[in-house]
């Protein structure tokens, strides 16, 4: 039998142990569906709105599959058109030169070395990786995965488009490499 003391010093100790990526909840809205989408994009296109936080992926015409993402934050987002260069699984990370500079007392394990994260939970690209190119060269952003769940629907990033790693799985089975996107 569970007594009082036992119960409460229990629920003292669950109260104080730190939130998890398992305790966030995603707003429904964001979560994948399809949706009604203007017939003039073609299927396996990719369009995103960074104001509205979601990305469009054109199934069929007419009809997309909507995700909800987080974006770069204010002077760091990407705008214009790109295509799917390169595709990874549990991609390696580092931040770029710029990122460095901006947030020093963050990337502290990266300064003045070549450390490159390696794939894995702890990445900030997540699971999945889908890499912007133009012109054949990478535009050092991403459509990727997160660590940080609770950033979707908001724009904090350094510029890349944040997914839920469920969803980036999802639409990475679905997207082929040279895919264009649209950021608008």
Request: with cysteine; net charge positive.
């Amino acid at each position: 039998m569970i007594r009082r003391r036992t119960f409460v010093t229990a629920g003292l100790a669950a109260a104080m142990l730190p939130a998890t990526a398992s305790a966030f909840e995603l707003a429904p809205r964001f979560a994948p569906q399809d949706v009604q989408f203007s017939p003039q994009y073609a299927p396996g296109q990719l369009l995103v709105l960074p104001r509205a936080h979601f990305l469009y992926f054109v199934t069929e015409p007419g009809v997309a599959r909507r995700y909800g993402v987080g974006v770069g934050r204010a002077g760091l987002e990407f705008t214009g058109t790109a295509n799917i260069g390169a595709k990874k699984k549990w991609p390696t990370w580092r931040p770029t030169d710029g990122m460095i500079e901006r947030e020093p007392h963050k990337y502290t394990e990266f300064i003045d070395n070549d450390y490159v994260q390696p794939g894995g939970p702890r990445n900030p690209l997540g699971s999945r990786a889908l890499y912007l190119f133009q012109n054949g060269r990478d535009t050092f952003f991403r459509i990727h995965g997160t660590t940080e769940p609770h950033t979707i629907g908001r724009s904090v990033s350094n510029g890349c488009i944040r997914m839920i790693n469920a969803h980036v799985e999802d639409l990475y089975e679905r997207v082929p490499v040279g895919a264009v996107v649209t950021v608008l």
